[in-house]
């Protein structure tokens, strides 16, 4: 495990919401980014409270050669309700290893996810001209956006995303009957710490001849 998190070429950091309504898209995310052979980074991978939380971020994404932002859940929904920053913040902090390091820093790349395509612009005018892949909060185009902008930027080829799809819902049938056997309810795999979601992820694809 340590030399797969020091391999920076193959690392993604994932800047994305932390919280229940985004799980729908982070577990198809992360089975897709393990699917075609790379290692997701992402600040809940560990929780020591002694760690300072902005320190972590910035070594994941110095770590990490390739970084996903998802925006979509910038903007407030609620009345009184405050924009959430985090996103924004951290890929600021992205490109500004990528622009102002040295070395391997000049490599890094990234994939900007949204919603909606060009509604992040109104509010982060600076990424104009960035391409944003909009999702549509769906996880079967979540999939398709993800394994395209691969293919364009980093592999030459890769399984088809109807493909990736019919493996991920095979993946979590498994997953959710399997965690039921062994004890699990529901209620315990929403809040399942997402490193040992990653590791189920990377035993079902070795079991699966699939890694």
Known sequence: MTDTINNFSNNVFINCPFDSDYISLLQPLLFTIIYLGYNPRIASERSDSGEIRFRKICDLIEQSK???????RIRSVK????????MPFELGVDFGCRLFKSGKAKQKKC????KEKYKYKRALSDISGSDIKNHNDNAEKLILQVRNWFV????????????????????????????????FKKKNLECLPIREYIQFIRDWLINHNLQ
């Open 66 to 72: 390739i970084s996903i932002h998802d925006l979509s």
């Open 79 to 86: 009345k009184n309700e405050f924009y959430r920053l985090n």
């Open 111 to 114: 994939l900007l996810l949204g």
């Open 152 to 183: 364009e930027n980093e592999i030459k080829h890769a399984d088809s995303p109807t493909k990736i799809w019919l493996f991920f819902n095979e993946f979590m049938a498994d997953f959710y009957q399997k965690r039921k056997k062994e004890g």
